[in-house]
């Protein structure tokens, strides 16, 4: 099985960036669809962006035009560049990988949360 750990968050101004890293262990990123979700207190988890091993992406409507999301499988590693950073985005953030049918349609997976996934433990981003 795939092991993730993101590193990476941190405090940041309105308007500054940070990018995410996300370094897989056990399996190589290339089988998997790969995800970055969010966990803001009292809301609902929510997908941020995901990429297939083809490198199709799919954002949130919230993420389009501010993050990318790519991946590097030499260093079987996931980044989430967020540029344009608002309160908004304040929130734990946590890095996936899903196989198997939820690999073949990537950004449905990432609509549906990754269902039996696997998960980092995740990093803050605050924005002030």
């Known amino acids: 099985h795939v092991q993730l750990v993101e590193s990476g968050g941190g405090s940041v101004q309105s308007g500054g960036s940070l990018k995410l890293s996300c370094v897989a262990s056990?399996?190589?990123?290339?089988?998997?669809?790969m995800g970055w979700f969010r966990q803001i207190p009292d809301r609902e988890r929510e997908g941020v962006a995901a990429?297939?091993?083809?490198?199709?992406?799919a954002y949130a409507d919230s993420a389009t035009g501010r993050f990318t999301i790519p991946r590097d499988n030499t260093k079987n590693t996931l980044y989430l560049q967020m540029n344009s950073l608002e309160p908004e985005d304040t929130g734990m953030y946590f890095c996936?990988?899903?196989?198997?049918?939820?690999?073949?349609?990537?950004?449905?997976?990432?609509?549906?949360?990754?269902?039996?996934?696997?998960w980092g433990q995740g990093t803050q981003v605050t924005v002030s």
């Open positions: 996936a990988a899903v196989s198997g049918w939820g690999a073949i349609y990537c950004s449905g997976a990432l609509r549906q949360g990754f269902p039996s996934g696997y």
């Open positions: 056990g399996d190589t990123i290339g089988r998997y669809c």
């Open positions: 990429i297939d091993s083809h490198n199709g992406t």
